[in-house]
T-cell receptor
Framework: AQSVSQHNHHVILSEAASLELGCNYSYGGTVNLFWYVQYPGQHLQLLLKYFSGDPLVKGIKGFEAEFIKSKFSFNLRKPSVQWSDTAEYFCAVMAGNQFYFGTGTSLTVIP | NAGVTQTPKFRVLKTGQSMTLLCAQDMNHEYMYWYRQDPGMGLRLIHYSVGEGTTAKGEVPDGYNVSRLKKQNFLLGLESAAPSQTSVYFC????????????FGPGTRLTVL
């Protein structure tokens, strides 16, 4: 069965620190990759997505992610986090008609 | 546009009771999904639909049924609720084909006593 792994369960950073959240998936075929964010008390919103082409994808709010096919990874990055980035982040893989979500990484940014 | 809406927002059930969660979208999306979100387990797909009148099982379908009688609505039913079904339920929808992002509803928090 397909799976998505997010190894960082809880990350705490100070404002202006750099962020990298790991995401690895297990699926050998063609995949579409997504990062979603869930702010406290809100529903999931799309940060960015990768279907094909340039493996470095830029999303909203200064986030970017790099698809490394050989490592089955799609890590999320942001050079300088803000307090407002405090949220839960989910990596997702689309294989066939189904989405598979990781367990999420809770990010807390300290002012 | 309201996007994806879910009814109700909160519900408390006793074991064995039944209920239906309603998801509605006004974006003319073909695909609709039901997920449950549990601490430490992320989102898990319960059922999904690729069009009106069609449904399919996801990762954790047991104990749930769904119906897609109208394109804009996707209903999730619990025939006999169990405490293990205490969760937050999210509905999502997307355009035709697997290459588009999903738009999520605000969620329904269900507690089964």
């Amino acid at each position: 069965a397909q799976s998505v792994s997010q190894h960082n369960h809880h990350v705490i950073l100070s404002e202006a620190a750099s962020l990298e959240l790991g995401c690895n998936y297990s699926y050998g075929g063609t995949v579409n990759l997504f990062w979603y964010v869930q702010y406290p008390g809100q529903h999931l919103q799309l940060l960015l997505k990768y279907f094909s082409g340039d493996p470095l994808v830029k999303g909203i709010k200064g986030f970017e992610a790099e698809f490394i096919k050989s490592k089955f990874s799609f890590n999320l990055r942001k050079p300088s986090v803000q307090w407002s980035d405090t949220a839960e982040y989910f990596c997702a893989v689309m294989a066939g008609n189904q989405f598979y979500f990781g367990t999420g990484t809770s990010l807390t940014v300290i002012p | 546009n309201a996007g994806v809406t879910q009814t109700p927002k909160f519900r408390v059930l006793k074991t064995g009771q039944s209920m239906t969660l309603l998801c509605a979208q006004d974006m003319n999306h073909e695909y609709m999904y039901w997920y449950r979100q549990d601490p430490g387990m992320g989102l898990r797909l319960i059922h999904y639909s690729v069009g009106e009148g069609t449904t399919a099982k996801g990762e954790v379908p047991d104990g749930y049924n769904v119906s897609r009688l109208k394109k804009q609505n996707f209903l999730l039913g619990l025939e006999s609720a169990a405490p293990s079904q205490t969760s937050v339920y999210f509905c999502a929808s997307s355009y035709v084909g697997p290459y588009n992002e999903q738009f999520f509803g605000p969620g329904t928090r269900l507690t089964v006593l």
